[in-house]
């Protein structure tokens, strides 16, 4: 958000000193402005503000830290997600697979964090045999409710309510 602030006052400034300078310049007849200059003046922050842009859409909101598979054990009969805070505040949120997913490899298809943060995951094959899928990632921030579900709709409980 504040890079797009920035971006769109170099962008305001660059267009109103673009309009002004004709002015400041016949008054002071000591140097000429060309067309090029002029060419200069406005696309400079243009392409300023849509790299600017561009990284701010691109972002995923999240990124891997971690992931693997786990040899299947007692303490992993059901799949889980927990969340602890790791560096300057941001969230690190581990998801694990329970023995129904035995096999099955573990993706990140989408983290949405408008309104209320929701990570859903997508299960595919592939997976190494007899061991189950895990996957750490950070996360900026967790917006409450904060939910975390499969492409099928099955919802993954927290470490909280597994108690």
Do not use: C, H
């Amino acid at each position: 958000m504040g890079y797009g602030i920035i971006g769109v006052s170099i962008l305001a400034v660059a267009i109103i000193g673009t309009f002004i300078l004709p002015f400041v310049v016949k008054k002071s007849d000591k140097t000429r402005i060309n067309k090029f200059d002029k060419f200069i003046l406005i696309i400079a922050p243009l392409l300023l503000f849509a790299s600017i842009i561009g990284t701010i859409i691109s972002d995923d909101g999240y990124w891997i830290i971690n992931e693997g598979y786990i040899v299947e054990s007692k303490l992993s009969a059901t799949s889980y997600y927990s969340t602890s805070t790791i560096s300057e505040g941001s969230k690190k949120v581990k998801i694990q697979l329970g023995e129904a997913y035995e096999g099955k490899q573990l993706l990140i298809k989408k983290v949405k964090t408008i309104r209320n943060t929701e990570v859903i995951i997508k299960i595919v094959d592939g997976g190494e045999p007899q061991k189950l899928p895990f996957v750490e990632i950070g996360i900026d921030k967790i917006v409450e409710p904060f939910v975390v579900k499969t492409t099928d709709g099955e919802i993954i409980e927290s470490t909280f309510n597994l108690r």
